[in-house]
């Protein structure tokens, strides 16, 4: 039983899809939260934002995506490709912005934390190469203008409001020194996806230009910190090394706190009504940003 909720976005997927020639013979919902995942027919996947009151509207965000996921594909980057069978769009029908995929099969293997290293300096290396034009460390400075409407929203104590703006502000003093290239922009675990073919990158909505140490802090921030797996977080940046990148301590260091002060500012974004082990994960990084 498909919900209510959800009629509308997969009616405006569907539409969009047969508009192109392509008849949706299943709905498969493989995510549903603030954006709506659907597998459409054997090789088609539409994404479509369903939160039309969130902080990102209209298609700009899934355009930079879709330019950066074009460029990555087409040098053999391991990424997750936009279908080949529509323009890339994006596109906006209903009222929900929405972009078009190639399905791909999961596998259960948890990623090898060598591949994850490995993989990330491809994209990285072919990056370089990216001709359009992404803002400079949006997610960061993003966070900084969102803490203003936390504040009028009352959704975090004020102390926690100026602890996560001293730490974003002290971090971007410093990055903003550092070299820069075109970026991931959240690449944690949950944006890797190991199948049938290899372990592949998606959800490149947060592309930007910045260091490439925040990449790295993104994708070992929890092993690092939270699970204190120093094993795992070594061996990604020791393959990111051995692949041919390079990683300053200092700023993988400022990474890892903007890191933590983003993930914690958009908590009650991501997570209005939080799990309990959600909680404890808010407040086990807000006590790391008190003492780091």
Aim: aromatic share 8%; proline share 7%; with cysteine.
């Amino acid at each position: 039983m498909i919900p209510d909720e959800i009629k509308l976005p997969i009616r405006a997927a569907t539409e969009i899809a047969a508009a192109h020639g392509i008849v949706a013979d299943r709905c498969d919902i493989l995510q549903n939260g603030s954006t709506l995942v659907l597998r459409l027919t054997e090789t088609l996947v539409a994404r479509v934002v369903t939160d039309r009151n969130g902080p990102r509207q209209g298609t700009e965000w899934f355009a930079r995506e879709n330019a950066v996921a074009i460029h990555l594909a087409y040098h053999g980057a391991p990424v997750i490709p936009l279908h080949a069978e529509l323009p890339p769009g994006p596109y906006e029908h209903l009222g929900f912005a929405m972009n078009f995929w190639q399905f791909v099969t999961a596998v259960s293997e948890i990623p090898d934390p060598q591949e994850i290293g490995r993989t990330l300096y491809q994209c990285h290396d072919m990056l370089r190469s990216f001709p359009g034009e992404l803002p400079e460390l949006a997610i960061l400075t993003e966070s900084v203008v969102l803490l203003e409407d936390l504040e009028r929203r009352k959704l975090f104590p004020v102390a926690t409001l100026r602890l996560l703006e001293t730490r974003l502000v002290s971090a971007l003093v410093f990055l903003r020194n550092q070299p820069m290239q075109a970026l991931h922009g959240d690449a944690h675990y949950g944006n890797l996806m190991n199948t049938s073919e290899r372990l592949l990158w998606t959800d490149w909505e947060d592309t930007f230009v910045g260091p490439v140490e925040w990449d790295l802090a993104s994708i070992i921030w929890n092993a690092r910190i939270l699970e204190e797996d120093q094993m795992k977080a070594d061996s990604i940046l020791l393959a990111y090394r051995a692949a041919g990148g390079a990683v300053d301590p200092e700023a993988l260091h400022h990474c890892l706190i903007a890191r933590a002060a983003v993930m914690s500012a958009w908590y009650p974004i991501l997570y209005p009504d939080p799990s309990p082990e959600r909680r404890m994960k808010l407040q086990f990084r807000l006590d790391w940003l008190e003492r780091v």
